[in-house]
């Protein structure tokens, strides 16, 4: 009798047991449902940047939640997503750009989506037929020059390695950083097979080589030097909210080269289809139009109207290009370079 009363209350008590995994699998699986986690760059998740605003605005349209992480620069959010391959954490990735899509290519984190509303975005800015990235905005890289250091500006690219500049320009590390990685893209384009040399003379005139663009550009704006890599849209950010034209975006004889920076699922991730309610959503004018002045970046979407602090932005007449692959495989020896 004793043995049928213990067989009967351990039996109650797997099935009870079973009840509460089930009721916590359905609860977790609910959760996740209802939540992504979105990896990206510091300057988009900051109070100041995009991200707050976006992840209220998409939480408002869909009642998914957004879990912000920031990884420091772009190319640290492929680092991360790299290292997480087997734990998967993020559902999106966002600042992925034409310049880290072929490294994310073969890293194997991306999986390809081609989001509803894709026709807004121009041919000219798509980065790939399989959409392995949705590009959200996109920009062009130029030297800005600190207008009230008293010294002379450069007249062109090639002019940056010129002894007059010796400690006077700040760049970010193309293995972290997507304007790193554009300097490097831009010195490539301009140069062909002669960079390494250009980059050689370049070398003595570097104060220093940020991890990223948000470390960078603090110190250019903090006085420490007066040329700093960013972008042509620079300059409307402090028209916008300085109300000075003290910094001014330099534009070259030689030719600039774009940024076009995109987000992606994340292969593996938790909450694919909440992920790609916010690939969609990214390209909506409710998304659109918070870019202009949170990135200080042009939106893909042709529809939005730039700010009029976008006039001190000016645009490049001659646009260069450079395979990515070709970038790519070059940083190891661009770093190796500057480090000597």
């Known amino acids: 009798m004793k043995t049928r009363i213990f067989t009967f209350f351990l039996l109650s008590s797997l099935m009870v047991a079973a009840g509460q995994l089930a009721a916590k699998g359905s609860s977790e699986a609910a959760t996740a449902s209802n939540e992504i986690t979105v990896y990206a760059y510091d300057s988009f998740t900051a109070e100041w940047g995009p991200g707050p605003e976006l992840a209220k605005r998409f939480t408002g349209k869909t009642g998914i939640a957004v879990n912000l992480v920031s990884c420091g620069d772009a190319g640290q959010v492929l680092s991360r997503a790299v290292l997480e391959k087997k734990d998967v954490r993020a559902d999106v990735l966002v600042g992925l750009d034409n ?5 994310a290519r073969k890293a194997g984190v991306l999986a390809s989506y081609k989001p509803a509303g894709a026709d807004v975005v121009p041919a000219g800015l798509r980065l790939a037929d399989d959409w392995l990235l949705t590009p959200y905005d996109w ?7 600190d207008t009230a250091s008293g010294i002379e500006p450069p007249s062109s690219l090639a002019d940056l390695a010129s002894p007059r500049f010796a400690g006077k320009i700040i760049l970010m590390d193309p293995r972290t950083s997507t304007p790193g990685t554009g300097f490097l893209a831009w010195a490539m384009a301009a140069f062909g097979k002669d960079w390494p040399d250009f980059w050689t003379r370049l070398k003595g005139n570097v104060l220093t080589v940020a991890p990223g663009w948000d470390a960078g550009y603090s110190l250019f704006t903090s006085g420490e030097a007066p040329l700093v890599i960013s972008y042509t849209t620079s300059p409307a950010y402090h028209v916008e909210f300085e109300n000075t034209e003290r910094y001014e ?3 070259f004889p030689e030719g600039h080269v774009a940024q ?20 969609d959503f990214m390209l909506t004018d409710g998304a659109q139009e918070v870019l202009p002045l949170t990135q200080f970046m042009y939106p893909v979407s042709p529809s939005v109207t730039l700010p009029a602090s976008f006039k001190a932005a000016p645009m490049a007449p001659k646009t260069l290009t450079v395979a990515s692959a070709d970038v790519t495989a070059a940083i190891d020896k661009a770093v190796t370079i500057l480090s000597k």
């Open 99 to 103: 310049n880290l899509i072929d490294a």
């Open 260 to 279: 076009i920076e995109g987000l992606g699922l994340a292969k593996g991730a938790k909450n694919p289809e909440g992920a790609k309610a916010f690939i």
């Open 139 to 145: 920009g062009q890289f130029a030297m800005i020059f």
């Open 249 to 251: 975006a330099l534009i």
